[in-house]
């Protein structure tokens, strides 16, 4: 394998710089800058009005897609520091990624979620469906690589291993659902002509990335040999009729799912027993008494009374032993059909850690997300967006702000024209599509003097 620091040049350089054939700066410099960049663009700052799981007007305490990245933040970084400390010798340690790096990682991650969480994604999918589709982690590379503000051209324009350790799922859009017949046959079915009877479950994106990114895409997996390029894009195929899936993700990939899966399964189960909305008798049923949790067991009951006692400082510190539980024992394996080590080195859990996430993860899932009153939440916010799609481009002329209309006027074809209205849709906070939506549909709400 080749070593880190030879390397180097080729991980540093941003795409900007590949396209003019500049040399890329020092490592320290570039991953400081990759991480300013994602802090400071317009798509971080409007997380914090997008939603995590509950609605902006529940409350000031519960997270909300900004808290939410930069608690993945911190938990990559201290994932990175337990693999520093227990790597010592070990040949993964030079392929690590620096503080910097793994922050900018984490940080980028749910850039390109749109407003409304899930039901946004899914209805967006809808309306593109016929047009290269949407999917939230797609979004998010098209940010990175277009939409940012940071270059004309070329988006925030990240590093190329930034930008590698983002891509969740090295797949194009339109290639994975050519593997799901179910899917295809519905692209040709009737348009349903009342969103309110709408089958939500049905266009559900696949995990991918959008066609018109396939250069940046391509110049990412450029780095890796022709051998490694092939299986790291291999799919798998599922016997039932579901979306193809990718099987492989990079190291730095792995430590920023890892963090972000604690983050979901831990810190979102403490909005919710602060919301009250589980009770200590159900955590004790599912989770506590769960055979599965009884065969690991990572800990006893002293934390279920730290975590129901009513009092937040016992409740942050139950939820903070339970991350570091999980943060501590994270290790490196080995994935033997790949030789760059940046694709050989993989993030993992321990069973027993891996075992009792899964089943926090499912008891969130379950008892908070799946609920009728978050679910009922969400298909509200479905109907926000596929209407105002819908307003936005039959009324292009009249209703789209001057620079959005200037795209869809420069645009070459439908599939870019109804993109570009997907943007703007995709950039915006859940605030703001529900002030949007009234100004257009409600009588007595907007004014001419609400800036669009």
């Not at 080195?345 to 799946?370: G, H, M, R, T």
């Amino acid at each position: 394998m080749m070593g880190a620091i030879e390397q180097e040049t080729i991980w540093t350089q941003k795409y900007s710089e590949y396209i003019n054939q500049y040399n890329a700066r020092p490592a320290r410099i570039v991953y400081q800058r990759d991480r300013a960049r994602v802090i400071h663009s317009a798509s971080f700052r409007r997380l914090q009005s997008k939603t995590q799981i509950f609605g902006l007007n529940e409350s000031d305490f519960f997270r909300t897609r900004l808290t939410h990245s930069m608690e993945v933040a911190q938990i990559g970084s201290g994932i990175v520091e337990q693999l520093i400390t227990d790597g010592e010798d070990k040949a993964y340690v030079e392929w690590l990624p620096s503080f910097y790096l793994i922050e900018a990682i984490c940080l980028a991650h749910d850039l390109g979620h749109p407003p409304f969480g899930h039901g946004g994604e899914v209805a967006l999918n809808y309306m593109m469906r016929h047009h290269g589709g949407f999917e939230g982690n797609a979004q998010t590379l098209r940010i990175l690589s277009k939409l940012g503000e940071y270059t004309p051209d070329n988006g925030i324009d990240l590093s190329r291993r930034a930008t590698l350790g983002v891509l969740k799922y090295p797949a194009i859009y339109d290639e994975v659902i050519n593997h799901n017949p179910t899917y295809l046959q519905q692209l040709v079915e009737p348009e349903v002509s009342d969103f309110k009877v709408w089958n939500m479950q049905a266009w559900s994106p696949p995990k991918s990335i959008y066609q018109e990114e396939r250069p940046i895409f391509d110049w990412v997996l450029d780095a890796f040999s022709e051998q490694d390029r092939m299986q790291f894009t291999e799919l798998e195929l599922g016997l039932t009729p579901k979306h193809a899936k990718t099987c492989h993700k990079a190291f730095d990939t792995t430590i920023m799912e890892l963090a972000d899966d604690i983050a979901y399964g831990i810190h979102d189960l403490e909005d919710a027993v602060a919301m009250k909305m589980v009770t200590r008798d159900l955590w004790q049923a599912e989770v506590m008494d769960n055979p599965l949790f009884k065969t690991y067991g990572l800990w006893d009951d002293v934390m279920t009374e730290r975590l129901f006692s009513g009092s937040s400082k016992s409740r942050k510190h139950a939820v903070s032993k339970m991350v570091g539980l999980m943060v501590e024992h994270v290790f490196v394996a080995e994935n033997r059909l790949f030789s760059h080590p940046l694709l050989h080195y993989q993030a993992c859990l321990p069973e027993a850690q891996a075992v009792v996430l899964d089943l926090l993860k499912k008891f969130v899932f379950k008892n908070v997300i799946s609920i009728p009153e978050v679910k009922g939440m969400e298909y509200k916010g479905q109907l926000i967006v596929m209407e105002l799609f819908k307003a936005l481009d039959a009324n292009a002329d009249r209703l789209l702000p001057s620079n959005t209309l200037k795209k869809v006027q420069k645009a070459e074809s439908e599939r870019e024209r109804k993109r570009v209205i997907c943007d703007y849709i995709a950039g915006m906070t859940n605030t703001y599509a529900s002030r949007l939506y009234e100004k257009f549909f409600m009588p007595k709400s907007g004014s001419i003097f609400d800036r669009l």
